[in-house]
C-alpha cells in the first residue's frame, strides 16, 4: 500500500512494514547480488546521497539480520553433503501454507501461442475462445496479491508472444510477486534481455533440448531454434540474471543427458531436467510414443547427476516435506494453475476445470470451487493402492498423472509406479 510492504515472518509470527526503499532494498536481497551492487541500484533510482545511502542501507541490513528476515554469510563453496538452506526454508513456507490453504504458489499461462512446434508439447490453443486481456491479468493479479500469492511463474505457450508481455510481468513486480518467467528465449534480443533484466526476475528458464543444434532443433520442430535460444541464455546472465535451462528428456535427445548438464555448467546456469512426459489438453495421447523407454529409466534416475541436481539445486517443485505424508501434493492446497483463458485448474498436470475467472473472482474459487474442496479430502491414506505400497517412501506421487492415465485420480500411475520401484532398487529415498 502506498509504495509500502508487509514482511510477514511465520516463525516468530511478526510482521514487518517497509517504506518504499527498504522495499526496493528488500526485493534486491536475493541472494544473488552483492551488497555494493544493491547500494549501486539504489543510489541510481533513488538518487540519494551516497553517506546517507550507506548509514541508511546498513541499518536496515542490520534491523533484517537481528530479526531473523536475513542471513550473512561469507562466501563459500557449498560441500556436497550440505543441504540447501533456500530449499529448506521453502519447505517451512510451503507446509505453513498448506495448513492455512493460502495459495502460496501460482502458474499463469499467459497465452498458449507458440513460435515453436515442440513434439512432445500438450498445449492445443481453444481458437473459439479469446485469450485474456491486459486488463483482465492485471485484475487477476491483484486479486492474486490480495489472497496471499508470493510466487509466481508466468508462462505459455511463449509469453513472449504477446506483445504486452512487460505491460504484465511489470505490474506483477509491481506487486510483489517473485516471478519466474519461462521462455524458449528464440524471440529474445539485446532490447528484450536489457528489459527482462529490469523485472529483477527470482528466475528466467530456458528451454534447451539438446546440446546438439540439430537434436534441438528436431526437437522444437524450426531450424535454427538452439542458436537463438543459447544466444538469450548468454545475454540473460551476462545481465547478471539467475537463468535456468530446462529441459525434457526423450526418446529424442536420451543420448544428449549429460551434454546438456555441461552446457548448463559452463555457462554458469541452473539446471533441471524432467522425464515425465503427458497426452495433450485435448486427450491425444501422441506426445506419449516420445517417453523414454522403460529400458532408458533406471539409467535416467540413477544417474549421479539427476539425483545431486535434484537434491542441490532449488526448485518449487522438487523438495518433499513431511506434509506429503499426509496430502499428495500441494495442488489445491498451497499452489493452483491459471490458463490463458482465466480457467482455473489445482495444477498445470490435472486438467480439472474448478471455475473461471470470467465469472467468479479467484477467492470465490479458492474458497468454496467444489472441485478444489473434494480434491482437499484426498489424504495418503484414501489412496488404496498407495497407502499399502512397500515403495512409498520412494514414490512422487502425482494425482494429474493418476487423473490422466485412469481417469480416477485415486489409482496410481503405472509411470510413477515403475519410477518408485526404480528408486527402491537403488536407495533413493524422496521422503
Not at 555441461?262 to 533441471?272: H, T, V
Not at 518433499?320 to 480457467?343: L, N, Q, R, W
Not at 489409482?411 to 515403475?418: E, I, L, T
Amino acid at each position: 500500500m502506498n509504495g509500502q510492504t508487509i514482511v510477514i515472518n511465520l516463525r516468530e509470527e511478526s510482521f514487518n512494514v517497509l517504506n518504499v526503499v527498504a522495499t526496493r532494498i528488500w526485493q534486491l536481497i536475493d541472494g544473488m547480488n552483492r551488497i555494493k551492487d544493491i547500494l549501486r541500484k539504489i543510489y541510481i533510482e533513488f538518487e540519494v546521497e551516497e553517506d546517507v545511502l550507506l548509514k541508511d542501507c546498513s541499518d536496515f541490513l542490520e534491523q533484517m539480520e537481528r530479526k531473523g528476515l536475513i542471513i550473512f554469510s561469507q562466501p563459500r563453496r557449498k560441500k556436497d553433503s550440505e543441504p540447501n538452506r533456500e530449499g529448506i526454508l521453502f519447505d517451512e513456507l510451503r507446509e505453513e501454507a498448506i495448513r492455512r490453504r493460502i495459495p502460496l504458489v501460482g502458474h499463469f499461462d499467459i497465452s498458449y501461442r507458440c513460435n515453436l512446434n515442440c513434439v512432445h508439447c500438450y498445449i492445443v490453443p481453444q481458437k473459439s475462445r479469446q485469450e485474456l486481456t491486459t486488463e483482465e491479468i492485471k485484475n487477476i493479479l491483484e486479486q492474486l496479491a490480495r489472497a496471499g500469492t508470493i510466487y509466481l511463474t508466468l508462462s505459455g505457450g511463449e509469453v513472449l508472444t504477446r506483445k504486452d508481455f512487460f505491460e504484465i510481468a511489470s505490474y506483477a513486480r509491481e506487486l510483489n510477486f517473485s516471478l519466474r518467467v519461462l521462455t524458449n528465449g528464440t524471440l529474445i534480443d539485446k532490447e528484450v534481455a536489457n528489459r527482462i533484466a529490469v523485472l529483477c526476475p527470482e528466475l528466467v528458464a530456458v528451454s534447451i533440448y539438446g546440446a546438439d543444434p540439430m537434436v534441438h532443433d528436431k526437437v522444437t520442430g524450426i531450424a535454427g531454434s538452439f542458436r537463438r535460444s543459447v544466444s538469450a541464455l548468454k545475454m540473460l546472465i551476462a545481465r547478471g540474471l539467475r537463468v535456468k535451462i530446462s529441459t525434457v528428456i526423450m526418446e529424442q535427445n536420451i543420448s544428449q543427458w549429460h551434454a546438456i548438464y555441461e552446457l548448463s555448467r559452463r555457462m554458469g546456469a541452473y539446471f533441471q531436467a524432467d522425464y515425465r512426459i503427458t497426452p495433450k489438453s485435448n486427450g491425444d495421447r501422441r506426445p506419449l510414443m516420445f517417453h523414454i523407454s522403460d529400458k532408458d529409466l533406471p539409467a535416467l534416475l540413477s544417474d549421479s547427476i539427476f539425483t545431486k541436481t535434484k537434491k542441490e539445486e532449488f526448485d518449487s517443485q522438487e523438495f518433499e516435506t513431511k506434509i506429503f505424508d499426509i496430502v499428495p501434493c500441494g495442488a489445491g492446497h498451497m499452489s493452483f494453475y491459471i490458463s490463458p483463458y482465466g480457467d482455473v485448474n489445482p495444477c498445470v498436470q490435472l486438467p480439472i476445470n474448478c471455475g473461471s475467472l470470467r465469472k467468479n473472482s479467484f477467492e470465490e474459487i479458492w474458497e468454496r470451487s467444489s472441485q478444489i474442496q473434494s480434491l482437499r479430502k484426498i489424504t495418503i491414506s484414501q489412496l488404496p493402492v498407495c497407502c499399502q505400497c512397500k515403495n512409498f517412501r520412494y514414490c512422487r506421487i502425482c494425482i494429474g498423472l493418476n487423473y490422466v492415465e485412469n481417469g480416477n485420480a485415486f489409482y496410481p500411475s503405472q509411470r510413477v509406479c515403475k519410477e518408485a520401484t526404480i528408486l527402491e532398487r537403488f536407495g533413493l529415498e524422496r521422503r
